[in-house]
């Protein structure tokens, strides 16, 4: 897959590249779940090379269904790149208005402001790719003891919108933030829209109701910055 996206420098960090998962990612992916951090909150541990490469084989299945796109975030170093995130945009479906976000960071890179910036950076991607397909908002939950993923939601444009109550057997409430996609400069309104018609995109006349999916994590210790409670085993 050739989808490359780039999060800009800032005066203290390098500039981020963001692209499909690879083959030749496990050995990294597998350093990363050494982790104690990251493999206390994931049931899906990725610990053996057999893991490592079912993780990137439905990696690649999602990209050739359309349906899940997760990227490997990698940070330039002096002898060539390094694996420091991973961000997962998933639940895309044709005429449904909303996707969620999940991700997580390696160790030596949390606190670091690298997931707001690789969450920003896909979040602008997912608009971009599937407005025409009527993407309006993109979700990214996380449990209430986890405030590291608000502060990441905050920094990356998603917006505190309501508390999901804990509901067997997630004994936690959560937190569901949303980004919205951003409506056209004045000028380039799409056709049948006129100036006087606001700047809203269109939204379910319903709020979305929790799924039968685990919403939260639970059970868990508070999460590091860079850990998001995302409700998918593919992001943790």
Known sequence: MSIVLHAPPTPSAPGL????????????????????????????????PAEARAFLRRSQQGWAAGRRFSFAVLEPTPDGQRLVAHVLLKE?????????????????????GIAPRAVDAVSDWAFARFAAA?????ELLHQVDNPASC???EKSGYVFEEVLRARPPFPRDGHRHVRRRPWPAPGHLPAGRSQGQGHRDAEPEQPIARTSDPSLRVGRPPGPPGMCAARDPGCR
Not at 31 to 44: E, F, G, I, K, Q
Not at 92 to 112: K, N
Request: hydrophobic share 40%; aromatic share 10%.
């Open 17 to 48: 590249l963001l692209r499909p998962w690879r083959d030749g990612d496990a050995e990294a992916l597998l350093a990363a779940y050494r982790d104690p951090v990251l493999l206390s909150w994931t049931r899906n541990p990725v610990t053996t």
């Open 92 to 112: 895309v479906t044709p005429g449904r208005p909303y996707a969620e976000i999940g991700y997580w960071t390696v160790a030596s890179a949390r606190g670091r």
């Open 134 to 138: 009527g993407l309006t908002r993109l």
């Open 151 to 153: 502060r990441v939601a």
